[in-house]
């Protein structure tokens, strides 16, 4: 079976959809399988893989910047978000869907939710 050549490696800026609301991202693929990504109220880190020839698995943690009170839909203030997304490549778009898991400051889960990311490679 051949192996896919495509990699996401460099900058991307896009959305992710969840609960009604968009918030705007960009994220870095490092050559060894690292990404860090920014929002306006969060940053974080994590790991991507090449699933297939247009497929990508991209899972990280985004941390609540400390001046940010970030309350989930069921009223408790979140402190990190657990994503996992697959993703499909089209020349320089990504598209995806995945989970969002949100956290309390104590590790507990206190919301889980659907989310769907586009994305455009910049560099």
Same mark, same amino acid.
């Given at each position: 079976m051949?192996? $896919? *050549?495509? &990699?996401?490696?460099?900058r991307w800026t896009g959305t992710v959809t969840h609960d009604g609301e968009v918030d705007e991202y960009?994220?870095?693929?490092?050559?060894d399988g690292?990404?860090?990504?920014?929002?306006?109220? $969060? *940053?974080? &880190?994590?790991s991507w893989?090449?699933?297939g020839?247009?497929?990508?698995?991209?899972?990280l943690r985004e941390d609540?910047?400390?001046?940010?009170?970030q309350i989930s839909p069921n009223g408790h203030r979140a402190a990190y978000i657990q994503i996992d997304i697959t993703?499909?490549?089209d020349g320089d778009a990504l598209t995806g869907e995945g989970k969002a898991v949100v956290h309390g400051p104590d590790d507990v889960e206190i919301y889980a939710t659907g989310a769907r990311t586009e994305a455009r490679r910049v560099s």
């Amino acid at each position: 079976m051949p192996v $896919s *050549t495509w &990699t996401p490696v460099g900058r991307w800026t896009g959305t992710v959809t969840h609960d009604g609301e968009v918030d705007e991202y960009t994220v870095a693929f490092a050559p060894d399988g690292s990404l860090s990504v920014t929002t306006r109220k $969060s *940053t974080g &880190t994590g790991s991507w893989t090449v699933t297939g020839d247009d497929l990508l698995e991209f899972s990280l943690r985004e941390d609540f910047n400390l001046d940010v009170t970030q309350i989930s839909p069921n009223g408790h203030r979140a402190a990190y978000i657990q994503i996992d997304i697959t993703a499909r490549h089209d020349g320089d778009a990504l598209t995806g869907e995945g989970k969002a898991v949100v956290h309390g400051p104590d590790d507990v889960e206190i919301y889980a939710t659907g989310a769907r990311t586009e994305a455009r490679r910049v560099s």
